[in-house]
């Protein structure tokens, strides 16, 4: 049976890094909201937009055929003015002059603290949706994107593997994670990587050199370590290795390629069950939330768990990584 909702007219934009699996959860937000009678803006370029009024009513052929493509066809940014009082008055223009009566914001942590924020100022409904590669939002146990730039980055590490096998040579892979390790650590054990850098922890760079020697005493034909670039830069490390051990050592930046793609199967699913949960919760009524995958079910759960405290990194992944590449 079609609920009918109190709230008639809602919003939806993305914000902060774009992640594949965006245009996925835009689909589910249109289509799940006119579903059930409501009427859809899309705003485009983040906050930005927000505050310029470049917004426009949305159908459900708005969001055909964008299931499978990466990036947002909202366009994303960051905006410097929506963090001002003054930048959020005029948003707030917008939502009167266009009767929006909820907003979904998909984005990461920065994102929903602005969405925060301005629910406090303006008590307009906002419901977060946690799209980032970065997977380092509290509250969820993936994020929108996280998927398939793991899967992106084990991708090269297979094809790093080929050759460094050939040449026997030590290969440094620098992966995103301005300040979270999340990426490199998942795609570290799915590759099978000889040592993880991350943000999140110290490292000594002669344990790291020790254990690449050790390996390739009892026969290692290569070594692949993955640098977060919050931990270190790729060439700094690949230097410092050469010089402490003599070694041959290559660098690969994946930097932006890790963003793109077509989603996996997994991120489309995610954001097609988040884009409608956060529907759900404007038409309940919550003021200010966020979805999030807990323990496999998607829930709502208080807005602020995003951006309260960091998300620790799970120590036992790590420690089985370094165990498995012993
Ligand atoms: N403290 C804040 N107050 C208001 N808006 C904010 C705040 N922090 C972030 N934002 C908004 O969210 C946008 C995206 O945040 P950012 O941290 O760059 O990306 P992400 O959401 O992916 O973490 C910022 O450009 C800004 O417009
Ligand atoms: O493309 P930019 O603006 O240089 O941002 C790079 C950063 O964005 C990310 O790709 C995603 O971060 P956010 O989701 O917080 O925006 C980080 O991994 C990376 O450090
Ligand atoms: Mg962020």
Known sequence: MK????????????????????????????RKA????????????GFGGFIEADMGPMNLSSVADIIHR??????????????????????????????????????????FRGADIFNSEYNLPVVGVPGTIDNDITGTEYSIGFDTAINTVVEAINKIRDTATSHERTFILEVMGRESGYIALMAGLAGGAESILIPELRHSMDEVCEKLVRGYKRGKLHSIIIVAEGAASGLEVGRQIREKTGLETKVTILGHLQRGGTPTAFDRILASRMGAKAVEILMDGCRKQMVGMVGGNIVAGPLDNAFKGKRPIEMDIFNLANILSI
């Not at 993305?14 to 996925?24: K, R, Y």
């Not at 579903?35 to 370029?45: A, K, S």
């Open 70 to 111: 990466g990036g947002t066809i909202l366009r994303t940014a960051r905006s410097e003015e929506f963090k001002t009082p003054e930048g959020r008055a005029k948003a707030f223009a917008n939502v009167q002059r266009f009767g929006i009566q909820g907003l979904v914001v998909i984005g990461g942590d920065g994102s």
């Open 34 to 45: 006119i579903f059930h009678g409501l009427e859809v803006i899309g705003i485009q370029r």
């Open 3 to 30: 609920e009918v909702a109190a709230v008639q007219r809602i919003a939806v934009l993305t914000s902060g890094g774009d992640s594949p699996g965006m245009n996925a959860a835009i689909r589910a937000v249109v």
